[in-house]
């Protein structure tokens, strides 16, 4: 099945920091997905980009399908961006395959 | 609207014990997912329902599980003598159509096997 791989694994920031979070995949895929987990283990839907860009305010995403990768912008972060990002995807079938997450800790 | 539901959001049973885990899906959502999240594991898929039939039932680990949903609405997880195992956070997710639309995902029921 498809390979799932983020990085980079745990990131530390301080507050108003940016950063970028990468997701490789090994096929083609029809859906991607960037979640974040918040502390009460929620999945919060953050971006559906199997291709292209977008943006949400602070955060944005890339994914370059072709290349098999997307990538998660964060700008001015804030301590409540705090949790687990995962990227996940839908290659063959309807299930979504997840990465291993990165865990992400903002510093006030 | 409504997001997915479920319930209860946490159960504790004895092992050996059957478990009954509810979801509700958003309104209107034709697919609806099952995965589960543990230490070990991450997060993987169990089983999907597009309408009332599970195209896809790969992921349910063993016999002692098995889902059902009815009406094309709610769908019920079910666990039979559950082991130490098992213990892990279950999550629901629907999405308008099976085959690569957005799926979202309830809170979660966070099962423990003593």
Request: aromatic share 10%.
């Amino acid at each position: 099945g498809i390979q799932v791989e983020q990085s980079p694994p745990d990131l530390i920031l301080q507050e108003g920091a940016n950063s970028t979070l990468r997701c490789n995949f090994s096929d083609s895929v029809n859906n991607l997905q960037w979640f974040h987990q918040n502390p009460w283990g929620q999945l919060i839907n953050l971006f559906y980009i199997p291709s292209g860009t977008k943006q949400n305010g602070r955060l944005s995403a890339t994914t370059v399908a072709t290349e098999r990768y997307s990538l998660l912008y964060i700008s001015s972060s804030q301590t409540t961006d705090s949790g687990v990002y995962f990227c996940a995807v839908v290659s063959s079938g309807d299930k979504l395959t997840f990465g291993t997450g990165t865990r992400l800790a903002v510093r006030p | 609207g409504a997001g997915v539901s479920q319930s209860p959001s946490n159960k504790v049973t004895e092992k050996g014990k059957d478990v009954e885990l509810r979801c509700d899906p958003i309104s209107g959502h034709t697919a609806l997912y099952w995965y589960r999240q543990s230490l070990g594991q991450g997060l993987e898929f169990l089983i999907y329902f597009q309408g009332n039939s599970a195209p896809d039932k790969s992921g349910l680990p063993s016999d002692r599980f098995s889902a059902e949903r009815t009406g094309g609405s709610v769908s019920t997880l079910t666990i039979q003598r559950t082991q130490q195992e098992d213990s892990a956070v279950y999550l629901c997710a629907s999405s308008w159509l099976a085959g690569g639309y957005e799926q979202y995902f309830g809170p979660g029921t966070r099962l423990t096997v003593t």
